[in-house]
């Protein structure tokens, strides 16, 4: 391995990191048995049991990253778990990407989040941040850079993951590593 190269972890290259995942929540009391007629299998339907959705695979975690930003970067701090989760089980994305992602935006965070959002929105819509003033004004006039700063931020961090992650993460076959470092030691 060259320096500076970067590697994902063995278990997340093969494809076990999903099932130490399913194995954790079946220990915790979530399984498929547990779910099945609950009120939550009942609400999202029977993809809910997708092996797409908890898999650590290019496409779902990518297509998670992208419902996951776009979701944690609106201004709904209370909402967007509940928003999110239906989110990606309609667009079979890795749920545990979009609830990381969620819980990126907290409100811990938020106080640095959304003024940066606001003075995009400000940008974007060619309005000076500096004529706003949270003591003059009433605080729903921040309402429109702030939704439209939200939506290009999580549009930029989402499109922008997505496009690296599909770039950059190569799915590779079960033993071409393996056959590969075969093929050098006999050489």
């Not at 609950?38 to 992208?66: P, Y």
């Not at 990606?88 to 990381?100: E, P």
């Amino acid at each position: 391995m060259a320096f500076g190269s970067f590697r994902f972890p063995r278990e997340l290259r093969e494809g076990r990191m999903s099932f130490r995942v399913l194995r954790w929540l079946h220990r915790r009391g979530v399984s498929r048995e547990r779910l099945r007629n609950s009120w939550l299998h009942r609400a999202l339907g029977e993809r809910l049991f997708s092996k797409d959705l908890w898999a650590w695979r290019r496409k779902t975690v990518a297509r998670g990253w992208l419902i996951g930003s776009l979701v944690a970067a609106t201004p709904l701090l209370g909402a967007q778990l509940a928003l999110g989760v239906p989110l990606a089980l309609w667009g079979r994305g890795n749920v545990l990407v979009v609830i990381g992602l969620i819980f990126m935006t907290n409100p811990l965070t938020a106080g640095v989040f959304y003024p940066f959002a606001f003075l995009v929105g400000c940008w974007a819509l060619g309005r000076p941040a500096g004529d706003f003033h949270w003591a003059q004004g009433p605080w729903w006039h921040a309402g429109g850079p702030l939704v439209v700063g939200c939506a290009v931020v999580g549009a930029a961090v989402g499109l922008g993951g997505f496009a690296l992650i599909r770039l950059l993460w190569r799915d590779r076959k079960p033993g071409t590593e393996r056959t590969r470092m075969a093929g050098v030691a006999e050489g």
